[in-house]
């Protein structure tokens, strides 16, 4: 039971440029989460789904897409990347229901740099 | 979701009782109190949870008041790695996914 798991854990980027943080999660969670966290700064939620097929965004959505093609996996895709997206990036999921439905697992993070 | 209130920062002594305040007043009755923390450049860890009975377990304590409107954790023999940012937040049980949210949390750090 590896929980979350994200790839890759750093990357450079060039302003412009696109890429796809993966994510994937081997609980059977419903619910899948990104977020950003930038230095000295508390997290962001991007976006999040509810289950596969079902995606809304959170807080910061602008600059970001994601999809849910199936349970396990919630890839975030950044296009034309710009400074102000770089930051560490986290994926979490959580059950969604029952009383540990609401406890939320982290993946160990994505660094990105936008140069 | 209720909002939450934690001090900035705090010290504690290696050793010692870490005892980390939240404040939420405006809690509703079916909102649990979750503490999460984050060591640095890691993601969050889920620590504990409870609705009004003080729980346990082998990472900490949680203890709410009885009104319900703050809450302590508990870190009862702190070591230097239990510096990191510790977060409270309170959601019901069945919570809207968008409002997964969290504060700036309180950074303690442990003191040899």
């Known amino acids: 039971n590896a929980g979350v798991t994200q790839t890759p854990k750093f990357r450079i980027l060039k302003i412009g440029q696109s890429m796809t943080l993966q994510c994937a999660q081997d609980?059977?969670?419903?619910?899948m989460y990104w977020y950003r966290q930038d230095p000295g700064m508390g997290l962001k939620l991007i976006y999040y789904?509810?289950?596969?097929?079902?995606?809304d965004k959170g807080e910061v959505p602008n600059g970001y897409n994601v999809s849910r093609s199936t349970t396990e996996d919630f890839p975030l895709r950044l296009e034309l990347a710009a400074p102000s997206q770089t930051s560490v990036y986290f994926c979490?999921?959580?059950?969604?229901?029952?009383?540990?439905?609401?406890?939320?697992?982290f993946g160990e993070g994505s660094w990105l740099t936008v140069v | 979701d209720a909002k939450t209130t934690q001090p900035t920062s705090m010290d504690c002594a290696e050793g010692r009782a870490a005892n980390l305040p939240c404040n939420h007043s405006?809690?509703?009755?079916?909102?649990?109190v979750y503490w999460y923390r984050q060591i640095h450049s890691q993601g969050p860890q889920y620590i504990i949870h409870g609705l009004k009975n003080n729980e346990t377990n082998e990472m900490a304590s949680l203890i709410i008041t009885e009104d319900r409107k703050s809450s302590t954790l508990i870190l009862p023999h702190a070591t230097l790695r239990d510096t990191a940012v510790y977060y409270c937040?309170?959601?019901?049980?069945?919570?809207?996914?968008?409002?997964?949210?969290f504060g700036d949390g309180t950074t303690l750090t442990v003191k040899p």
């Open positions: 937040i309170v959601r019901p049980l069945r919570t809207n996914a968008g409002k997964s949210t």
């Open positions: 979490a999921s959580s059950l969604g229901q029952g009383e540990s439905g609401n406890t939320i697992y």
């Open positions: 609980m059977n969670h419903n619910y």
């Open positions: 789904s509810v289950g596969a097929g079902i995606t």
């Open positions: 405006t809690i509703s009755g079916n909102e649990y």
